[in-house]
């Protein structure tokens, strides 16, 4: 017996450790069927899906550790009135996974800059840099505009084979996560010009974000791009359509720039708008739906707002137009800012969300010709401890067990944030008088004004055309260069490589088995 459980025992008495066990599982026949479910779910997965992807989407939980995981499928299971534990989210039935090292090319815990460069564009950078080599450190605005320090993403090698792509993200268009599809930046903090002056330099030697996406490629052939963050497209004098003024130094409004450059795209900046969109006949849709970030899911207008499946469902409703097939990255960028907050109500709340569009997008294609490959960029350091009974309900407190002190302590707790529940002698305060809301700020262990990165493996889960590819521990750059080895893309082997044209022989696959996406 280890030493805590023995310390456990010893402390409290072997009565404690006679829990709640659900009925059905006292019969050992439970456990064995279970066990022979996932046998023949592991026997099924030897059949590999060997087609050509077609199609690729990829899902990026930004911060959603395994805990994180862990965490919303209990709690989606406690919102269905059962236990919690045995529960399962829609990413967690895929039938591939794998586990990608986050570190990036300077700092063991990443952020969401060098991760994005990874997962995206298949090198590893320097912390806080984006679609740049290691080369260029954070600032060197020149640098970082020196083609030779500039990488591509999988979206632009995507466009060269006449793939419609794209991206959708709960955070702003020119957040760190997305910009990894078409940005090269010494700093994710170079989103608008006025941002690159606020570091003491001159706009104009290096390109801001904004104009980037909207003028350069391949932001300005992207077909969707859906989120927050229009005050980094105007002129500090115009209010944007949210009733904010822009923050462009440069006097250039992109947002007319874009849709001039774009005369059959749709604008929109509202649920309703969105929703009316008539994906059959839209070249190109770019929705912006807030001044700043995406409000939190669950303390958003969702008259006003669209959800993440929502924006999902009206991409890919636009892109299986094209013949070619496509490329769509989607993230779910709040999950990151609630445990930001130390706030995990909204951080699962956000996981849960997150999950109800991966399921969308499972049911709107074909395993058999679509890719799809979840992951995280980086995680955060949520934990789930003590011995709480099956069933405490996740976002509570620990109903079971009392430390030394006597009180009840939260089921869920961070390393680091800004609040520790402490009196001024340094004594724990007693949870039970701090009601929990959707918005609760749950207890860390040091002090520190926001929460930081964690920097363990986080989660890969694939299915589709050679999602058996994403198994084990890989690292973080390899993802895109997995995906374009399946969809015949890139400069880096395909399945493709024996033909003497990629362009016959991406044309024969897809043929081969189910057509051309009509």
């Not at 995680?379 to 401890?385: C, E, N, Y």
Request: proline share 4%; aromatic share 8%; net charge negative.
């Amino acid at each position: 017996m280890d030493d805590m459980l023995s310390h456990y025992l010893a402390s409290r008495g072997t009565h404690d450790m006679n829990r709640h066990t659900p009925e059905e599982e006292k019969d050992p026949e439970f456990w064995r069927s279970m066990a022979r479910t996932e046998l023949f779910q592991s026997l099924e997965k030897q059949k590999l899906n060997t087609n050509m992807a077609m199609n690729i989407i990829m899902f990026l939980g930004d911060g959603m550790s395994l805990s994180t995981v862990t965490a919303a499928r209990i709690l989606k299971g406690q919102q269905r009135n059962r236990n919690g534990e045995e529960d399962a989210l829609s990413l967690e039935k895929f039938p591939h996974m794998a586990l990608s090292r986050t570190y990036c090319a300077n700092a063991q815990v990443p952020d969401s800059a060098c991760t994005a460069t990874a997962y995206l564009c298949g090198v590893k950078s320097n912390i806080i840099t984006i679609g740049v080599t290691a080369n260029v450190e954070f600032n060197n605005c020149s640098a970082s505009m020196d083609p030779r320090n500039q990488v591509s993403s999988i979206a632009s090698w995507a466009q060269s084979m006449g793939m419609s792509t794209g991206f959708i993200t709960t955070t702003t268009l020119t957040h760190a996560s997305p910009a990894g599809t078409y940005a090269h930046v010494a700093s994710r903090f170079y989103e608008s010009d006025s941002d690159i002056a606020s570091f003491g330099l001159e706009p104009e030697t290096c390109m801001d974000m904004a104009q980037q996406l909207v003028t350069q490629e391949p932001g300005r052939n992207f077909n969707v791009m859906m989120g927050g963050g229009m005050t980094k497209f105007l002129p500090y004098y115009q209010r944007d359509l949210h009733g904010n003024y822009g923050e462009r130094r440069d006097g250039k409004d992109l947002l007319t720039t874009w849709q001039s450059m774009h005369p059959e795209g749709v604008f929109v900046v509202n649920r309703d708008e969105l929703l009316q969109v008539n994906t059959s006949e839209a070249s190109h849709i770019m929705g912006i739906f807030q001044s700043k970030a995406m409000e939190i899911h669950a303390l958003a207008d969702k008259k006003k707002q669209p959800s993440l499946a929502e924006m999902t469902e009206i991409a890919l409703k636009l892109l299986r137009r094209n013949e070619e097939g496509y490329f769509i990255f989607i993230e779910g960028g709040h999950i990151d800012t609630a445990h930001h907050q130390n706030k995990a109500a909204l951080a699962l709340d956000e996981t849960l969300e997150f999950d109800k569009a991966i399921q969308l997008a499972r049911s709107m294609t074909d395993p058999q010709d679509t890719l799809i490959v979840v992951t995280a960029d980086h995680g955060h350091p949520l934990t789930i401890a003590g011995y709480p009974d099956r069933g405490t309900a996740i976002l509570g407190l620990n109903q079971h067990d009392l430390p030394m002190d006597g009180l009840k302590f939260s089921t869920l707790n961070y390393v680091l944030g800004p609040q520790q529940y402490l009196d001024e002698t340094g004594k724990r305060l007693d949870l039970e008088k701090f009601p929990r809301k959707i918005d609760s700020v749950y207890p860390s262990y040091i002090n520190e004004k926001i929460g930081y990165h964690s920097g363990e493996d986080v989660g890969i889960f694939a299915s589709g055309p050679f999602a058996h590819l994403f198994t084990g521990v890989l690292q973080q750059n390899s993802i895109p260069h997995l995906m374009a080895y399946a969809a015949c893309l890139g400069n880096g082997p395909t399945i493709c490589d024996k033909a003497d044209d990629e362009d016959e022989c991406r044309e024969n696959l897809s043929n081969s088995y189910y057509g051309r996406r009509k």
